[in-house]
C-alpha cells in the first residue's frame, strides 16, 4: 500500500560526495502526514539486526545525527512532497553500506496508520 522508494546511491571516491533521497506514496489515497523519518545504514556482511541509524528528523525538522557523520552529512524532508534527502559529503570507505529510508506513523487518507516503514535500500560504496 505505501511504498518507500530510494535513489541516489552508488560508487565514489573518499572526500567525495553523494545526496541519496527517498519519496514517500501510496496506492490508494494520499499521505496525510509522516511523523518522523530516517536514514539507517547497513555495513557490508552486517545483518538486519546491525542497522545503525544514521540521521533521523522530525516533521518540525528537528535533526538527530550519529556521531560518526556529524558535521558531514545533512537530512532534510520536504513534507509536501512526502520526501527526506541525506547529503552525503567527505566520505569514508566507514560510510559504505545500504541505506535505507525509514518513515514512522505514516498517516494516509483513506484512514489507514502504518507505524514503521522500510524502503528497500540503496547501495553506498567509498573506494580508498
Known amino acids: 500500500q505505501v511504498q518507500l522508494v530510494e535513489s541516489g546511491g552508488g560508487l565514489v571516491q573518499a572526500g567525495g560526495s553523494l545526496r541519496v533521497s527517498c519519496s514517500v506514496s501510496?496506492?490508494?489515497?494520499?499521505?496525510?502526514?509522516?511523523?518522523?523519518m530516517a536514514w539507517f545504514r547497513q555495513a557490508p556482511g552486517k545483518g538486519r539486526e546491525a542497522r545503525e541509524l544514521?540521521?533521523?528528523?522530525?516533521?518540525?525538522?528537528?535533526?538527530n545525527y550519529a556521531d560518526s557523520v556529524k558535521g558531514r552529512f545533512t537530512i532534510s524532508r520536504d513534507n509536501a512532497k512526502n520526501t527526506v534527502s541525506l547529503q552525503m559529503n567527505s566520505l569514508t570507505p566507514e560510510d559504505t553500506g545500504v541505506y535505507y529510508c525509514n518513515a514512522q506513523g505514516v498517516r494516509v487518507t483513506s484512514g489507514l496508520n502504518y507505524g514503521i516503514l522500510w524502503g528497500q535500500g540503496t547501495q553506498v560504496t567509498v573506494s580508498s
Open positions: 544514521v540521521a533521523a528528523i522530525t516533521r518540525g525538522s528537528s535533526t
Open positions: 501510496v496506492r490508494t489515497g494520499k499521505i496525510a502526514s509522516i511523523s518522523d
